[in-house]
RNA sequence: GGGGAUGUGGUGGAACUGGUAGACACGCUUGGCUUAGAACCAAGUGCCGCAAGGCGUGGGGGUUCGACUCCCUCCAUCCCUACCA
């Protein structure tokens, strides 16, 4: 027997796969499993998160090609990106540079952990070959009614000159330059997702996704049932249209409030100074949004007065920072007896307070729903009957309508980043037109050698394109890029159509594996994208995961490890040192994949300790073909008992639970019960024979998470005897094995464990009783009492009440 | 402010449908092996108690013969999101 070499089977078993091409997938007629880890970033090197995530991945896909599935596994590269930029800018080498080199590396590490990936399907979002068919399906979009231009706010630092994403503003300054950052307008392409938002939603009910995941998407969505109602300006022929979920506390309306953007207060400031000063504080706040929620809610009055369309009352019209100009209509009505924020609003500024229902509550605000009063002819009505009658009379008036109004607004894709797939589109007197498809890819162009990324703004080549057109300088968010990449992979090697035979055979993704962080907006992008590429015909189904398993972060020191906190833990190490088997087990085991995981130096060391007894137990031994004995010594026949409900149990847990944590822990369990006499070298032939079976058990219920040294093993032991790869097929378990001649009974008094028996199985209840009851703690206990009740639990607990 | 989760020994976790709380592992203690250590092997290990026994799943309350599990309430921690009318 030789000592256990991780490296060394390790590298012996992953050259017999890729000479086999055992990842590489092909349609059949077996019933097919799409299984898909979300893609990395190449920022370097693998983190923590990504071992976990992809070995999760790896896991199940091992698995259900044992249980007979045609599983596709593939996996590509989120290419594109900022880190990339500042790489270049810090590294001096360009961002495509960096980032090939980070992929080789990283694939190179992906292969050192033992995943089998279907490699001949690897896809890349920076490459040409790739983004082409992004660009393509934008100007299909476009076609669609799907895309269009508008003006939005973005960062801008003043000193670089430069447009910031969010996470480069640091307290309102600009991370470089440390300038405050203001807010600028400028063109950009916006992609209507709110199409969609009524089955984005409705749709979410039929997905075997987690309930919390669901959840999250529902409320961001956000769809809400309210009204518009029309408020006249007083001394104009204009009206202010509002949005209200609460029509039936319009009496208690106060004030009317605008968003600081809104084209009144806009106009105002124009002539009026201190309108315009507070318009200047505002959006100095926008820049520094983490501050946002402590900001106080501030205000400035108008002057300008609205006519309560029921009363006739007039109602001040101002102007609130928290206002906000792209949901509802910009324009609120302030009800402070029954809104939060409108009764703070209300309290700083001396605005009146008129509570309108539940007359008997007088804790306000209360956003509660009830009986109205103070409120004319609908006094005594409830909330729900006054919300249908009050919109019903506005409308006869046409001074309002019932509504549905969504939370969910249009995604905006364009970034002002060198980084990034182009936007295919090209301007002719600022008319912009989308590229032809026979024009397609717009290629993103090389930098000059040694020169930092420059956003392709200022790259007049690129600019200037034929006949006079002008190119769109700006790139797609990265988000366009993994929103359809899933449908991409079956035919990524294919250079002339972007969904191919083979996309139609894998689609949808069976089971997508990811961290929560992507809980909403990476799986609520990819499911517009779906649903609008079905409505282009490109695609089948109305969703493209049918399955969602979002794994937790990984912590070190009960914080997530991340850069900034400097306390990552580099895996390549741990591969290194203790083989990736090893890191495997550990990562499966130290918790289930929804829950986040501590990472625990000393607990590395135990996965690998138990690797170590499996190896020493089984390396060196040959499985010997033996006949079904008929009769056991009790120690083997216990073995025999405790190897098939261990198979149950590890394949119930691998189908229905993905607790792959309880998988291991049952199979060391397995392990530590086998007797020595099965093991020693004079064990009969029908210990043998329960030793055989229970090594093949333990050997096929480890491959998936710790494949290796299984398949090594398995290769050594069993392979020539049984003409049978280890990942072929599936034992079976045989429940009359798991029958016991005799149980534990636990017998309680009131509730609580009073003593414990071994019976026979095949006694009556009768008899289980007065058994139970002549347990002597039982018996003193029970002396002189009367008992009231007796409990019985087949084969598990007795309990008398008395 | 809104949303989502979590809370069990010294630690990671188990208990799947309301039925023996602490499986499995780490750590620790003791012993063996060893010149010594590492590794390995054996035994022990929720807390209090010499013991009998009592207590124990964040706190308090409830339902139940029986609650980590269900209900109410409070507290703490983490994640996502940012004033959504």
């Not at 300054?173 to 009524?198: H, M, N, P």
């Amino acid at each position: 027997m030789s000592e256990y070499n991780p490296s060394e089977i390790e590298n012996s078993i992953q050259k017999l796969w890729r000479e086999e091409k055992r990842f590489v997938s092909i349609p059949d007629d077996r019933e097919k499993f799409y299984c898909l880890s979300m893609f990395p970033y190449p920022s370097g090197k693998l983190h923590m998160g990504h071992v976990r995530n992809y070995t999760i991945g790896d896991v199940i896909s091992r698995y259900k090609k044992m249980q007979g599935f045609n599983v596709f596994q593939p996996m590509g590269w989120d290419a594109f990106g900022l880190p990339a930029e500042n790489a270049a800018i810090s590294n001096e080498v360009s961002p495509s540079e960096w980032t090939k080199e980070n992929i080789e590396y990283m694939k190179g590490q992906l292969n050192s952990l033992g995943l089998g990936y279907d490699w001949s399907k690897e896809l890349r979002t920076c490459e040409p070959s790739y983004y082409k068919w992004e660009q393509l399906l934008f100007k299909k979009f476009h076609e669609k009614g799907l895309v269009y231009k508008k003006k939005a706010l973005v960062n801008w630092d003043p000193v670089d000159e430069t447009v910031l994403a969010n996470e480069q503003v640091i307290d309102g300054k600009g991370w470089r330059s440390g300038a405050q950052v203001e807010i600028k307008e400028i063109d950009q392409w916006f992609i209507k997702i709110t199409d969609y938002a009524d089955e984005l939603l409705e749709s979410l009910d039929g997905l075997d996704w987690p309930e919390n995941v669901k959840t999250m998407q529902r409320n961001w969505i956000g769809r809400s049932e309210g009204a518009h109602i029309k408020f006249k300006v007083e001394n104009s022929e204009d009206h202010l249209t509002i949005f209200s979920t609460r029509p039936d506390t319009i009496y208690g309306a106060s004030f009317l409030a605008i968003s600081p953007q809104h084209e009144i207060a806009v106009g105002l400031s124009k002539e009026n100074i201190e309108i315009s000063d507070f318009l200047d504080r505002c959006k100095e706040m926008k820049a520094a949004e983490a501050d946002m929620a402590k900001a106080e809610k501030l205000g400035i009055p108008t002057g300008i007065n609205a006519i309560h369309p029921l009363t006739g009352k007039r109602l001040p019209i101002w102007i609130g920072n928290f206002v906000l100009l792209d949901y509802g209509t910009g324009v609120v009505m302030g009800v402070p007896a029954h809104d939060q924020r409108d009764f703070e609003f209300a309290s700083k500024y001396n605005l009146q307070i008129t509570q309108v229902i539940n007359k008997e509550n007088n804790e306000l605000p209360s956003m509660d729903k009830g009986i109205l009063f103070n409120s004319d002819k609908y006094d005594g009505l409830s909330s729900k009957d006054a919300i249908s009658s009050i919109i019903q009379d506005l409308k006869a008036e046409n001074l309002g309508e019932g509504l549905v109004q969504f939370r969910l607004r249009d995604w905006g894709v364009s970034r002002q980043r060198y980084w990034g797939c182009p936007i295919p589109v090209a301007y002719k007197n600022d008319e912009p037109f989308l590229i032809d498809e026979s024009e397609l890819p717009v290629k993103l162009p090389d930098l000059p050698e040694g020169a930092g990324p420059i956003p392709l703004s200022q790259n007049e080549t690129f600019i200037n394109s034929k006949d006079g057109f002008k190119r769109e300088t700006d790139t797609f968010d990265t988000f366009m890029g993994s929103s359809w990449y899933y449908a991409r992979f079956p035919s990524a090697d294919n250079d002339d159509e972007i969904f191919d035979e083979n996309s139609k055979y894998w689609l949808p993704v069976d089971l997508y594996i990811g961290g929560i962080e992507h809980a909403i907006l990476h799986l609520l992008y990819s499911r517009f994208f779906h649903k609008a590429l079905r409505d282009l015909g490109m695609v089948e189904g109305n969703e493209p995961f049918k399955k969602l398993l979002t794994q937790g972060m990984v912590l070190k020191d009960g914080a997530k490890m991340s850069k900034s906190k400097g306390n990552t833990v580099d895996p390549q190490a741990y591969i290194e040192k203790y083989g990736a088997d090893t890191v495997r087990l550990y990562m499966m085991f130290t918790s289930p994949p929804e829950q986040s995981l501590e990472w625990s130096e000393s607990s590395v060391e135990g996965s690998s300790r138990f690797l170590k007894k499996l190896w020493n137990l089984i390396s060196g031994r040959k499985y010997k073909i033996i006949n079904e004995p008929n009769a056991l010594s009790d120690p083997a026949k216990e073995l025999r008992r405790k190897a098939h409900i261990t198979l149950m149990k590890v394949k119930n847990d691998y189908d229905n639970r993905y607790s792959f944590n309880t998988v291991i822990a049952a199979i060391m369990e397995l392990f530590n019960s086998i007797p020595d006499q099965c093991k020693s070298s004079n064990a009969s032939d029908e210990d043998l024979f329960c030793l055989n079976e229970t090594i093949i058990f333990i050997l096929k219920a480890l491959f998936p998470i710790a494949p290796h040294i299984s398949e090594y093993l398995w290769n050594e032991y069993a392979k020539d005897v049984l003409q049978e790869d280890i990942d072929s097929s599936w034992p079976k378990f045989d429940e009359k094995l798991m029958e016991a001649d005799s149980f534990q009974l636990v017998v309680q008094i009131n509730g609580k464990v009073r003593g414990k028996i071994d019976l026979s199985v095949n006694l009556t209840q009768d008899e289980i009783e007065s058994s139970a009851k002549s347990i002597e703690n039982i018996r003193d206990n029970l002396e002189g009492k009367e008992i009231r009740k007796v409990i019985y639990i087949k084969e598990k607990i007795i309990n008398f009440v008395i």
